[in-house]
Nanobody
Framework: QVQLVESGGGLVQPGGSLRLSCAASGSIFSIYGVAWYRQAPGKQRELVASITSGAYTNYADSVKGRFTISRDNAKNTVYLQMNSLKPEDTAVYYC???????WGPGTQVTVSS
């Protein structure tokens, strides 16, 4: 079972930026695509962005143009750059290799003035 650790969350004002990181215990990211998900209180977990092993990216409509997913296979790390943050982006953010049931503990993002 791969170990995943998300980091980089925090409290930010509307319009601000954060960069989330997802580190894996092995070189799984060089093999699998990876996705970022988020879950807000009282809501279902939703897909935010994904990146394939070939670096093809896909985004939820709600974050297109504001979020950017990237990967560094040498560091076994995937990133989510989040700009122009909105209060509705508040959630716990998780990463997961596509097609697996591996999850990290998540990192809290709170967008509030």
């Amino acid at each position: 079972q791969v170990q995943l650790v998300e980091s980089g969350g925090g409290l930010v004002q509307p319009g601000g930026s954060l960069r989330l990181s997802c580190a894996a215990s092995g070189s799984i990211f060089s093999i699998y695509g990876v996705a970022w998900y988020r879950q807000a209180p009282g809501k279902q977990r939703e897909l935010v962005a994904s990146i394939t092993s070939g670096a093809y990216t896909n985004y939820a409509d709600s974050v297109k143009g504001r979020f950017t997913i990237s990967r560094d296979n040498a560091k076994n790390t995937v990133y989510l750059q989040m700009n122009s943050l909105k209060p509705e982006d508040t959630a716990v953010y998780y990463c997961s290799p596509l097609g697996t049931s591996s999850w990290g503990p998540g990192t809290q993002v709170t967008v509030s003035s």
